[in-house]
Each structure stands twice: as structure tokens, then as C-alpha cells.
């Protein structure tokens, strides 16, 4: 019986006299589980998803068979190498598979239920490899641990994947990076993978990543397919901060999506309060939105917590508390101090003008006119101005007035961004729709060379009736005028029956690769699509070009570089 090697995915021998299996191609040890002889396909499955770092759909196969049988110890096991998201490379100096962590957490995988379950039910020799491989385990993810408390803490993750794949950046990636930079200019540390893991190696990827998931008040999810959301690391990366979520975290999740529909989101975010970010002035909602999300969940880790807040102070001690706190950006602190001052006086205006300045990350009240948001709609704005007298109702309306007309020439600005990037789209869309149409025009044409070949097997077909009959006369004559005819009337019929032939194969040719037929493709990859010869694909092209299939041509460094006439024949479709 054949199972599916664990760690490389080649094909393991095993029999019923042992419960490990060395594997054949990297000598990596697997341990049979119990199911492996009636449930092989799907054990096969869980380890086939698991080695492609499909870790929750693999977690759902091992489950299924754990409720089959919650003796299976090998399904105890692929649970905890799912939740660690353990993957096996090739070590390059000594050629081993080892394992490596995309999922790291501070619990201990020693003191996991499933580990235990599966040491309790694994006869010895099976027990002796998961033991093993367990204390390498834990040690790597001590050490992602110890790395990832020296990393840089976030405020802010961008979820998102960065490329497609033919290996071009994804307009999810573009789309990402304008958020980066606007939350980046109010103050927020975001992780942008683009940016945040440039000059980091592979494997130094994941202690970033945890530290950022752990640090990280919101996650902003986005895509413009729903495949992208399902990419494998898009959805590692989500998976395990909704996870931290459900375990309390005070956290914030928000999926945005562009050209699709909310209903096609992954179930697990169909719950939550998605964005379109086709609408205009996304980005400026969005990042308002994380103001005021974020700002209710942060810890106190910017605070000075040294100094606590007084019980029975003074509204006038606390205010001047509270705008020395705006004026370090501590605003976290600030709005605590101001809630205290509104809770021994509810109508105090200076107190919604600090909260006003909060929600606007201003350290200065002067900064409130160089806000980019409609200040004017805040409830803490209308308050202060309800409550307020006099030269600070004054400096109000000049703030919003000012902040108004900003945000009416951002607005401007990116409708005006929108419409250039709309334009450029349908620039695109137009050319690669020239070029379909341009090769189209191509197809029809080159000649298929059917007539050719039709009318000489057809003429040869005739011309040997008449020499057969002729020879068959058996007089002297009618033998020399059989052979003039096989001269002077054959050879013309099998070049023609040639000439249709070498026709039809290059049409066949175009027919296979005319989709990659575009200016600047190069030879070896129509060769390769079309599953020939690259002398006879190259041999093709310069006839094309040397009867006028193309307005403008060249062969250079096996590439071919051409403009198509879009209108008129050059050629007919049946010659």
C-alpha cells in the first residue's frame, strides 16, 4: 500500500509489520496512523493541503477523521502541525527537510491537548518521532517568540495579496500602499508587506508577522477577486487575527473589496462591515473609520502610565492635564482626562473641543484648520459650540470652514486621480483589444493552404488513373507519353500537395499559439505553445512577413517586434 510522504509529497511504501515508513526520495520518517489502510485517500488529502500551507482545510480533513475515530493519533498530530502552521524545507547544507513555523503563538505546543492525545494513543515507535519532532517545534517557535518582542509594534495591518500569478503586483498591492501612505501621514506604524518585509529573508518573515498581528489594533482586509481573499497567505495572515479576536483581543477587523460583490466574500468575513472601495473617498472614510475604531480599543502602551488620573481634581487641573497630553500626541491619555472632566461637568465646551481635537489628531487647536475631515458634522464639534461662547465659537466656524474647503480639494483631487486611472484602464483595455483584433485580422489572413492541397491530391489522384491506364496498353508509345505525364505532370501535383501540406501545418501553428501572439513575444515561447520546432515556428514567421502579413516586422535577438495592418487583405484565407 502507498501513502503520500508527509513532508516532500512522494509516493511511501508501508506494510502492516511497522508504524513508520521511511520515505524513498528525502528519508524523512512518517508515522502511519490507524486510518491509513481504510481512509488513505483522505489522509492523504489532509497532508497534501497541509504541505501546500492550506492549514484550515487540512485542520477540516483531520477533523472529519478524528470524528471517524478520535483514537486516530496521526489526525491528532496533523491538528497541531495545522495550528502551527509547520512546513517542511530542504535544509541546503545538509539536504533534511525541517520543519519551519507560519503560525506562531506563545502556547507551548508541549502542553497542547491534541499533542497529548497523540502521544496517548501512538504506539512507542510512533510516540519516539513525535516527541522528537515536537522539541524541534517548540524550539522554533521560542525563538520566533524571542525575535518578535524586538520587533517594531504596529497600529495598523494590511492584509492584501501583493502578486498575481503570472508574478505582476496586484491592484490589491497598488491599493494598499495609497492606505499606507494616508495612514502613515496621521501617525499610525502600519505593516504594509511590500514595505515592512523588503529587506527581510524568507525566514525571518514570521516573527514579524506575529508581531504585528499581535500588536496590531485593526486589519484591513482587501481584494478585487474573491480568490485573492482565499490566496493561501491572504488567508493565513486574516485567519489568525480573527482568531485572536475570538479569543478576546481587542481587536478590529474590516474587509474592503473592489469589482466584486460583498456576497462573494469568504463566509468567515460575511458577518463584519465590509467597504467598497469603488465609491469615492474610500480611502479618507476608511482611514476616519480606523480613527475612531482604534481609538476605542488602544492599550496604554503610548501612555505615561506614571502618572494616574486624580479622583478629585479640579475640572481646570484636569483640562490643563489633557492639553498637555494633545500637545505630545498622547491622545489616548488625553481623551481619558477629558472624560473625566466631562463627568464633573457635562457642559464643559473646552472638553468637547479637546475631545474634537482627539478624533482629529491635532496637537494644536490651530491644527483643527488643517484637518482633512468635515469637522463641523463631529458631535464633539457641536457640543463645543453649543456650550461655547463668544471668540471660541469664532475659531470653531474658521476651523471648519477651513477644514471644509481641504477636504472639498482632496475630494477634488482624487475624483480627479479616479477619472485619470478609469482613463488609463480604458487605454489599456482598448490596446489589448487593437492587438485581439489586429491578430484576428491575422488569422484570416494567412492562407490555410487546403485549396492547394486539395486540387494537387486531386490532380495527382487523376494523372496516375491515366498513367496506369496508358501503361496498361502495353504499346511502346503510350509508355513514353505515361512517363512524360509522371514528369511534367506529377511533380507539379505533389508540390502543390506539398506546398498545402507546409500551408496547414503553420496554420495549424497560429491556431495553437495566436493568443501569445503579441509585439515583442519571443520566438522559444511560441515554439513552446505551439509544441514545435523553433526553426519551423521562426521559418513560418519570416514568410509571413516577407509576403506582407504584417504592415511592419522584424526578427531580433528571437524576438518578434510587429505592427498589423487593421484594414485590407493581403491574402486570401483559402489559397
Not at 524513498?24 to 490507524?34: D, E, F, I, L, R
Request: include cysteine; proline fraction near 4%.
Amino acid at each position: 500500500m502507498l501513502l503520500e510522504c508527509k513532508q516532500c509529497g512522494g509516493q511511501v511504501p508501508y506494510g502492516e509489520e511497522g508504524n513508520v515508513a521511511i520515505c524513498p526520495y528525502c528519508g524523512a520518517q512518517n508515522t502511519v496512523g490507524k486510518s491509513a489502510a481504510e481512509m488513505g485517500g483522505l489522509v492523504n488529502r489532509a497532508n497534501y493541503l497541509r504541505r501546500n500551507n492550506e492549514f484550515d482545510k487540512a485542520a477540516a480533513v483531520y477533523e472529519d477523521l478524528l470524528r471517524l475515530d478520535n483514537t486516530d493519533y496521526e489526525a491528532h498530530w496533523g491538528l497541531i502541525l495545522c495550528k502551527y502552521g509547520i512546513e517542511y524545507v530542504e535544509d541546503p547544507a545538509s539536504g533534511e527537510k525541517k520543519p519551519t513555523c507560519h503560525r506562531a503563538s506563545p502556547d507551548s505546543i508541549l502542553g497542547e491537548s491534541d499533542y497529548r492525545a497523540a502521544l496517548e494513543y501512538a504506539p512507542g515507535d510512533v510516540r519516539m518521532v513525535y516527541e522528537r519532532e515536537a522539541v524541534q517545534i517548540d524550539a522554533i517557535l521560542k525563538n520566533i517568540i524571542a525575535l518578535s518582542n524586538c520587533e517594531q509594534k504596529y497600529d495598523v495591518f494590511l492584509c492584501y495579496k501583493e502578486l498575481d500569478e503570472a508574478g505582476e503586483r496586484t491592484p490589491d498591492s497598488v491599493i494598499a500602499q495609497e492606505l499606507e501612505f494616508e495612514l502613515t501621514r496621521r501617525g499610525y506604524q502600519v505593516f504594509f508587506a511590500r514595505k515592512t518585509l523588503e529587506h527581510a529573508l524568507g525566514s525571518e518573515y514570521e516573527p514579524i508577522i506575529y508581531a504585528a498581528l499581535q500588536s496590531a489594533r485593526a486589519m484591513v482586509v482587501l481584494g478585487t477577486k474573491p480568490a485573492h481573499f482565499n490566496a493561501v497567505w491572504v488567508r493565513n495572515e486574516w485567519g489568525r487575527y480573527r482568531e485572536l479576536i475570538r479569543k478576546g483581543a481587542k481587536k478590529i477587523l474590516i474587509p474592503a473589496y473592489r469589482g466584486m460583490s460583498p456576497y462573494d466574500l469568504p463566509i468567515e468575513l460575511s458577518n463584519l462591515q465590509a467597504l467598497d472601495m469603488s465609491k469615492l473617498g474610500f480611502v479618507q472614510d476608511l482611514c476616519d473609520g480606523i480613527d475612531r475604531m482604534t481609538r476605542s480599543v488602544k492599550t496604554m502602551e503610548r501612555a505615561d502610565d506614571a502618572s494616574p488620573i486624580p479622583q478629585n481634581g479640579g475640572v481646570e487641573a484636569l483640562l490643563k492635564r489633557s492639553f498637555l497630553f494633545l500637545e505630545e500626541g498622547n491622545f489616548s491619555k488625553a481623551e481619558e482626562y477629558l472624560e473625566r472632566v466631562l463627568d464633573i461637568s457635562p457642559e464643559e465646551p473646552r472638553a468637547y473641543l479637546g475631545k474634537l481635537m482627539v478624533e482629529s489628531n491635532a496637537k494644536k487647536e490651530e491644527d483643527l484648520a488643517n484637518t482633512e475631515r468635515r469637522i463641523n458634522l463631529s458631535s464633539n464639534f457641536i457640543n463645543a459650540k453649543k456650550f461655547g461662547t463668544g471668540s471660541l465659537v469664532e475659531r470653531l466656524e474658521q476651523y471648519a470652514g477651513a477644514a471644509l474647503e481641504r477636504v472639498q480639494t482632496m475630494e477634488q483631487s482624487r475624483l480627479q486621480s479616479e477619472r485619470r486611472r478609469e482613463a488609463e484602464q480604458e487605454q489599456e483595455t482598448q490596446k489589448q483589444r487593437k492587438i485581439q483584433s489586429s491578430i484576428e485580422a491575422l488569422q484570416r489572413r494567412i492562407p490555410s493552404g487546403n485549396a492547394a492541397f486539395g486540387f494537387g491530391l486531386t490532380l495527382v489522384f487523376l494523372l496516375y488513373i491515366l498513367v496506369m491506364v496508358m501503361i496498361s496498353k502495353g504499346s511502346r508509345d503510350s509508355s513514353q507519353g505515361a512517363f512524360v505525364i509522371l514528369i511534367f505532370g506529377l511533380l507539379p501535383g505533389f508540390l502543390l500537395v506539398n506546398t498545402g501540406s507546409i500551408r496547414r501545418q503553420e496554420r495549424k501553428f497560429l491556431e495553437k499559439y495566436h493568443k501569445s501572439l503579441a509585439p515583442g513575444v519571443a520566438i522559444s515561447e511560441l515554439a513552446r505553445v505551439a509544441n514545435a520546432p523553433p526553426r519551423k515556428v521562426q521559418k513560418s514567421l519570416e514568410k509571413w512577413i516577407q509576403k506582407g502579413y504584417f504592415e511592419y516586422a522584424v526578427l531580433s535577438d528571437g524576438k518578434l517586434l510587429f505592427e498589423i495592418p487593421e484594414s485590407g487583405e493581403t491574402g486570401g484565407a483559402n489559397h
